[in-house]
């Protein structure tokens, strides 16, 4: 990408975010001498009441003194020769949609020329069919409004169109394509997202249209063989956009390209389900100047004819299993006598070999070889490439010194990727580097202990990882000048010290900022929390956070300050920080009381206090946080109920930790309403009253419903043009078989209660049984009484049951030997009698399991039964069988129980293109940009720590 388009995307993220309200103004040509059209003011009027305008973004257009010239309102421009409206653009803002739907009026703005409603939300409602009416229409763009139903097949009336945009919508599969065919002034065509499987003459019918040159069918599930038309035909195209169709390598469309002289300029066939050799057929497309063939399962590496194409300019092959060696690529891209290639995207394959000199390709821009096995020295000779705006190598396995020679011409140098890498970086003190740089990825290098002192002459990156790089400095000699564009900062993992010097960030973005695992410490300044993500955790931040209230950011989506030093009472404006999802505070020295205004969270989804020492009643404001799955307020001093509209106004709830507080009165049988709840932790309170018998309808604990591994929480975070899709994963500390342990990865399969060290009286229902799907039962220190539900062995998942120190009488059912997964059985303390059953299970346990209970004999305990002779076998066979089922227990455990010390949280990433593609239900909001740019995604590196990876933007 070159630097005037770079600028560009600057300005779009600019106006993205900052001038959203403005952008109508810019379009208006009208002129003060012509008032407007009563008519057409009418009809503007009318459309306005068919919307829905929460951002004001229509206050203009209003009937009020002083308003009445239409030609004035937002979105509105007029000709100014005749008066007329000739064009309405109500695209002001991705982030601000109108909703509601377009009226049928529109028709009266009949000398309209330009149409934008894109970026809207019409709510599945039709396109009006009076459309076709507008017969002055050449620019129409509804990309990503949300239209639905029909298509109306009077846009075929429109025979001026040349723009015509209906990408990601929720159209109907259209029932033919009769008006696409008339649109005969038609030169560009977007149709993303509309099932074209049907028509296998789409070929036929597009191509048919005389000036049609760019032609975008992006999931369109076009028919993989189709009718081809004769090899004369008349359309070429300048962009062929046909990403993710599912097209194979005996797709007619590949018959097509090779043989019918077509003069496509830029092809796009990635996402699709091309195998074997790439064919030779591209190369006799002479016009190609841009090929993208990403994602894609080919065999082998590039053909030796690729060398012959002495147009290409850039070829991207990401993530299309290519295997050979680099070398070998280069050799059968070589081939003209000047070769043109300036972007070579290769990310992702199974490259070998070593990285030769590239002489061959003057005017390379963009080189991206990240995710492959390419190894030894990178050449010095690189440093001399002084076209090279953009080098991603990253996790391969390169090795040797990396020096200033490496860079010394790189002047344009604005992307940089050697993550993962075990290069040994060495730079003099002062070197001055010829570029600045605007995306540094250096994740996991060697850059420390000290922070690099090039860094510091950066002044316009925007995107910085230089996370787990062995810095141990003092983050006072790291510049704080960032550019007002910074859109991710991640300097987690590393030994960072010191003060976070306080200056008021003049961020335009709200950028990722992950500080987490270092050694920072004293007062969190406020601007951080002008982030759409922070993570401080891990860290020796201490003082209060009053600031918080000092910045209001509805951005801020994901807060973890947690296992830090902070103190204080929690500020009380948690208004200001209405996005938020994920709130994590825990271990932190805060008291007082939670803070009212939690409440107005409304989207939030975990809260997670534990290990503080909070104060008072849990707020009755919360119940407005609908949405909240994970409440964790473990650990504090809490006092009073357990709020019965936590059962009746939060359905989502999946964990629910009340542990060691001082809560007391009773269990509300409204807990039972949580049908997904897995994890009930209500231990040490002082909570009386009977176990409520409707516990069998959480269903979560009484039907095996697909469950996943972890408790996760899947949102999209917007960076700048991109979204990115961040998930993550709750995680707790769980009382297993005697100590704390916190769970992560399986935390979703730990179905689990704990009522113990309670006040608890009445029997153990009867319903309990029917909580099949439990681990972990835990009822201990109560003051139970009465029989152990004989059908207790129903609990077939169980395998930690703690039911010691109540008043429990009785025998042991003898069911309870059914239970084969059971590893960890208390009954004792209790008024048990009789004689313990036998059986392959039971037997594992030993006394310890039943002491204390007077009346109780038989094995493993010394007292035998009366009338008993030696005691009698435990079948040894059945002894045996234990074991193979304990070693099956182990290797429970082993999977995962112990683990989830993992640091930090997974970030999933896909590409604007993959968010959609898993989702199209997600209104993804800068498609708009997509004509103009080539959005690139490269997967993230990391599953260890889980990252926030770049999209290489070309
Ligand atoms: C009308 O406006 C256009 C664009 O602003 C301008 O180029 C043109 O000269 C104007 N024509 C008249 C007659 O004012
Ligand atoms: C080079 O081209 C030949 C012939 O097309 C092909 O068989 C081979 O796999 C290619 N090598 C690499 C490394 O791409
Ligand atoms: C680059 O490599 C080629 C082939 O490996 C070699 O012929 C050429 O001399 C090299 N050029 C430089 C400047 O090192
Ligand atoms: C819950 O939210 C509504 C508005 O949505 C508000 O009026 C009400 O006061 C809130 N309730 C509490 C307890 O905060
Ligand atoms: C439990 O479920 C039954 C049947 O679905 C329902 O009638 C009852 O009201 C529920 N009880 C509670 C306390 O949720």
Redesign the pocket.
């Known amino acids: 990408m070159g630097g005037s388009s770079l600028q560009l995307l600057f300005t779009c993220i600019v106006l993205l975010l900052c001038l959203k309200p403005t952008l109508g103004n810019y379009w208006r040509v009208g002129d003060a001498n012509h008032s407007c059209v009563e008519r057409e003011r009418q009809a503007l009027l009318k459309i306005k009441e068919d919307l829905v305008d929460d951002y004001g973004l229509l206050s203009s257009w209003s009937t009020a003194e002083g308003k009445n010239d239409c030609c004035k309102w937002s979105g509105v421009s007029c000709s100014n020769q005749t008066g007329h409206i000739i064009m309405l653009n109500l695209n002001f803002s991705v982030l601000e949609p109108l909703r509601g739907k377009l009226s049928p009026f529109l028709a009266d703005l009949q000398y309209l020329n330009y149409l934008d409603v894109s970026f809207n939300d019409f709510n599945h409602s039709p396109i009006p069919e009076s459309i076709g009416s507008l017969s002055f229409l050449s620019h129409l763009d509804v990309t990503n409004a949300n239209f639905g139903r029909n298509i109306p097949f009077q846009l075929g009336n429109i025979s001026r169109l040349e723009y015509l945009d209906l990408n990601y919508n929720h159209f109907n599969n259209p029932k033919n394509l009769e008006w696409l065919s008339q649109l005969s002034s038609l030169k560009h065509l977007g149709m993303v997202g509309v099932n074209l499987s049907k028509f296998n003459n789409w070929l036929q019918i597009v191509n048919k249209l005389p000036f049609l040159t760019s032609l975008y069918l992006e999931h369109c599930n076009l028919p993989n063989i189709f009718s081809v038309p004769l090899a004369n035909s008349s359309t070429s195209f300048d962009v062929l956009y046909l990403p993710y169709n599912s097209l194979t390598s005996s797709s007619s469309v590949l018959e097509w390209l090779f043989n019918s002289n077509s003069s496509v300029v830029e092809l796009s066939l990635f996402g699709n389900q091309f195998q074997g050799?790439i064919p030779?057929g591209f190369s006799k497309i002479k016009s190609l100047a841009d090929l993208y063939l990403d994602d894609n399962e080919f065999e082998?590496?590039?053909?030796?004819?690729f060398g012959g194409m002495c147009n290409l300019k850039t070829l991207s092959l990401i993530r299309a299993n290519l295997s050979?060696?680099f070398l070998?690529?280069i050799?059968?891209l070589t081939g003209c006598a000047q070769h043109s290639i300036e972007n070579l995207y290769l990310d992702g394959n199974q490259i070998t070999g070593k990285l030769p000199n590239l002489t061959t390709f003057p005017s390379l821009s963009a080189l991206s070889l990240s995710s492959n096995h390419l190894n030894g020295k990178i050449p010095e000779s690189l440093g001399k490439k002084s076209s090279l705006e953009t080098l991603n190598l990253g996790n391969n396995s390169f090795e040797g010194v990396i020096s200033e020679t490496h860079f010394s011409k790189l002047k344009k140098l604005k992307y940089l990727d050697l993550s993962y890498s075990p290069l040994i970086f060495n730079f003099s003190s002062n070197w001055v580097p010829p570029f600045q740089l605007e995306r540094i990825f250096l994740r996991s290098c060697q850059l420390g202990p000290r922070f690099p002192k090039w860094l510091q002459t950066q002044k316009n990156f925007y995107w910085l990882d230089i996370s787990n790089s062995g810095i141990s400095d003092n983050i006072s000699h790291f510049y704080w000048d960032f550019s007002p564009q910074l859109l991710v900062l991640d300097l987690s993992n590393n030994q960072i010290s010191g003060h976070i010097p306080y200056f008021s960030l003049e961020i335009s973005n709200f950028p990722f900022i992950d500080l987490s695992t270092n050694n920072l410490e004293g007062e969190i300044p406020s601007f951080l929390f002008k982030a759409e993500h922070l993570n401080l955790s891990h860290n020796m931040f201490s003082e209060p956070i009053q600031s918080l209230c000092t910045i209001k950011n509805e951005f801020l989506i994901f807060l973890d300050l947690s296992n830090n030093r902070l103190s204080g009472e929690l500020p009380d404006c948690w208004m200001h920080l209405k996005g938020l999802k994920i709130l994590n505070l825990k271990n932190n020295h805060f008291f007082g009381e939670i803070p009212r205004s939690m409440g107005l969270l409304l989207g939030i989804e975990t809260i997670d206090l534990r290990n503080n020492s909070f104060s008072g009643e849990i707020p009755s404001s919360l119940k407005n946080c609908t949405k909240l799955k994970y409440i964790n307020l473990g650990h504090n001093n809490l006092s009073g109920q357990i709020p019965m509209w936590l059962g009746t106004s939060i359905p989502n709830l999946v964990v629910l930790i009340l542990r060691s507080n001082h809560l007391h009165g009773i269990m509300p049988s409204h807990l039972c309403h949580l049908a997904h709840l897995q994890l009930l932790d209500l231990a040490l309170n002082q909570i009386s009253g009977s176990i409520p018998k409707c516990l069998n309808n959480i269903t979560a604990l009484t039907q095996k419903l697909s469950s996943s591994t972890t408790i996760t929480h899947e949102y999209t975070e917007m960076l700048g043009m991109m979204l990115y899709s961040i998930v993550y994963d709750d995680q707790a500390f769980w009382m297993w078989k005697g100590s704390e342990h916190e769970y992560k990865n399986i935390l979703g399969l730990l179905k689990s209660i704990d009522l113990s060290s309670n006040k608890l009286t009445g029997t153990i229902p009867e319903e309990i049984t029917e909580l099949v799907e439990l681990i972990s039962l835990n009822l201990s220190r109560n003051l139970l009484f009465g029989q152990i539900v004989s059908n207790i062995g129903a609990l077939q998942s169980l395998d930690f049951l703690d039911l010691s120190k109540n008043q429990l009488s009785g025998r042991i059912p003898f069911s309870l030997s059914h239970i084969d997964r059971l590893s960890v059985l208390d009954l004792s303390n209790n008024n048990l009698s009789g004689k313990i059953p036998t059986g392959p299970q039971l037997s594992t346990f030993d006394a310890s399991s039943y002491e204390g209970n007077p009346n109780l004999c038989g094995e493993p305990l010394p007292k035998l039964c009366l009338g008993e002779g030696i005691a009698q076998n435990p079948a040894m066979n059945g002894s045996r069988e234990h074991v193979g089922i304990q070693e099956e227990e182990e290797g429970f455990i082993n999977r995962g129980f112990y683990v989830c010390v993992a640091l930090g949280f997974i970030a999933g990433f896909w590409g604007v293109v993959g968010t959609l593609l898993l989702n199209m239900s997600l209104r993804v909001t800068y498609f708009r940009f997509l004509n103009g740019f080539k959005d690139r995604f490269l997967y993230g590196n990391s599953t260890e720590y889980g990252q926030i990876s770049e999209a290489a933007l070309k």
């Open positions: 050799m030779d082998g590496g590039i053909p030796k004819s050979g060696k070998g690529i050799r059968n």
